[in-house]
């Protein structure tokens, strides 16, 4: 069974600081790895995905993410914080193959402070 | 730029009654799914859908529950006597078959159950 772990279920930055938010897989089989973003009253959107090309990857808002295998961590990052980016943030697995359903962790409050 | 959409963002009613959460997926997806998300908890895969038939469902996904494709453009999902711990926001998914591992979500439909 897959699962995703992220560490630190509230983070709080000042606006211009790095955002690093952690997350952690177990798969059995080589993953596709997600980062979810889901603002007040909205539904989830896609930041970015890994999915066993390029391990460092690039997604909207200027956020990306590096998926270590050694590691089983796929954390995501942004260089300097902005009011806006503040969230939550899911990280999710999936079973490589079409259709599959995802799991997620238990998500990231991110706040951002002037 | 196409979006998944779901009727109504709000539901109220009464234990034991029968609710039906509508959804449109993007046009040309051919993979569906609902999740749910429970007050402050983690979002939960309940069931994904393709080809006119479940591929996958969940332990939650129990007898109660039932998903349908009633024409071209819909995706439903029922509940037939609803339990006050089925309160929660239910997200609906869809995936194209060139990409069917990025999911697309609507904005959810929250379930109140009083």
């Known amino acids: 069974a897959q699962s995703v772990t992220q560490l630190g279920s509230h983070v709080s930055v000042s606006e211009g600081a790095l955002v690093l938010l952690r997350c952690n897989y177990s798969s059995s089989v080589p993953p596709y790895l997600f980062w979810y973003v889901q603002y007040p009253n909205q539904g989830l959107q896609l930041l970015l995905k890994y999915t066993s090309a390029a391990t460092l990857v690039k997604g909207i808002n200027g956020f990306e993410a590096e998926f270590k295998k050694s590691e089983t961590s796929f954390h995501l990052t942004k260089p300097s914080a902005h009011m806006s980016d503040a969230a939550e943030y899911f990280c999710?697995?999936?079973?490589?193959?079409?259709?599959?359903?995802?799991?997620f962790g238990t998500g990231t409050q991110l706040k951002v402070e002037l | 730029e196409p979006e998944v959409t779901q009727t109504p963002s709000h539901q109220v009613t009464q234990m034991g009654q029968e609710v039906i959460l509508r959804c449109v997926p993007i046009s040309n997806h051919l993979y569906f799914y609902w999740y749910r998300q429970i007050l402050g908890q983690k979002v939960e895969f309940l069931v994904s859908f393709y080809n006119n038939e479940i591929s996958e469902k969940s332990e939650i996904f129990d007898d109660q529950f039932s998903v349908e494709r009633p024409d071209g453009s819909n995706f439903t999902l029922k509940i037939r006597s609803t339990k006050l711990e089925d309160s929660a926001m239910y997200f609906c998914?869809?995936?194209?078959?060139?990409?069917?591992?990025?999911?697309?979500f609507g904005p959810g439909t929250r379930l109140t159950v009083t």
């Open positions: 998914a869809s995936s194209d078959p060139g990409s069917s591992y990025e999911q697309y």
């Open positions: 999710a697995v999936s079973d490589t193959g079409g259709g599959n359903k995802l799991t």
